[in-house]
């Protein structure tokens, strides 16, 4: 079974905000199985502070890790029986993450407890990481600029003595007791 298909089967697409009643395949129905208990979820005030955050802060999050970066590919690691996993934060600006592998180790994942009981991301962080991957395959000119940039940092970090990593990953990472 592919995940697809057990999207297409096990898994609902509600139409409304997550609240107590919500809107599913045209019906309205009672929802028992989810987060956001105090029905605060739609709250128009929650919405607006939202949206005022977005505004003012933008999209992306000064939390994100620092050490992360492409191993799988970067090591030439085959799918098969490897699930990586990912950050949509650091290059994206978006918020969530993903895992890649073969579809029958994804399928185990989505049936799993760990991802049936784990809070859903929210709705505008999922917008956000769906826009930015579409303005990377539409400009890929984004990327090339990022390494760019990257081994331009690496370079010039080197040459004031700090002990940077050799490789492939935008992310650079340093110990400040070094700096």
């Known amino acids: 079974m592919s995940a697809a298909v057990i999207t297409e089967t096990t898994l609902r697409r509600v139409e409304s905000p997550a609240c107590a009643r919500v809107d599913v395949d045209g019906r309205t129905l009672l929802s028992f199985g989810r987060s956001g208990y105090l029905g605060l979820g739609a709250h128009p005030d929650l919405i607006e502070a939202g949206v005022d955050a977005l505004r003012r802060f933008g999209v992306h999050s000064q939390l994100a890790r620092h050490y992360g970066y492409a191993l799988v590919e970067a090591c030439g690691i085959s799918r098969d029986r490897v699930v990586a996993g990912g950050s949509m ?9 993903i895992a890649l592998g ?14 049936r009981g784990a809070a859903p991301g929210c709705s505008a962080g999922a917008a956000m990481t769906a826009r930015s991957l579409e303005l990377v395959r539409l400009r890929p000119g984004l990327r090339e600029r990022l390494h760019t940039n990257a081994q331009l940092l690496k370079r010039s970090l080197r040459s004031l003595g700090l002990a940077i990593d050799e490789n492939s990953s935008p992310t650079t990472a340093f110990t400040v007791d070094d700096a």
Not at 102 to 115: C, F, G, T
């Open 89 to 97: 934060s650091k290059a994206f600006g978006a918020h969530g993450g």
């Open 102 to 115: 073969a579809s029958w180790i994804v399928e185990r994942l989505w049936r799993s407890p760990a991802a």
